[in-house]
C-alpha cells in the first residue's frame, strides 16, 4: 500500500506544500480576493514559508535512512498546522469570506492527511 511508505507520505506532502506556496507567491491578490478581505503581503510571506518548508521536506524525504526524529518534527508540524486552522479561522472570521472558510478548512484536511500518512508510515518504519 503506497501511503503507508514514510518516503511517499513526505514528498507528497512537500509536493502539496510546494504547490500551495507557489500559488500564494505567484497568485497572491487573486487568493487573497478569493478568501476575503485579506492583505496579499500576508498570503506572500505565508507562501515563501511553505516554500521552504516544502524544500526541507522533500530533502528529509529523500534521506536514506529517512530521519525518525526529522519526520516526527514535520508530522508534528503538520498536527499543530491543523489544530491551528480552527484558531485562525475564529480569530481571522472578520475578514474570510465563505470561500476563504472552506479553502481553509480544505487545506487543513489535506495537511490532516499527510500527517496521518507520514504516521502511519513513522509507525510501519519502526516495526521494520
Known sequence: MPWTSLKTALLFNAVFSAVCGGLLLLFP???AA???DFNPLILMVLGAGLLLFAVDVAWEATRNPISQLLAKMITT???AWVLATPV???VAAPW???WG???LLDVAL???FCALCQWRGLQRQQLA
Open 34 to 36: 478569493l478568501m476575503g
Open 96 to 98: 474570510l469570506s465563505f
Open 101 to 103: 472558510q472552506v479553502l
Open 77 to 79: 508540524a503538520d498536527v
Open 110 to 112: 489535506l495537511v490532516a
Open 29 to 31: 491578490s487573486a487568493v
Open 88 to 90: 485562525v479561522m475564529i
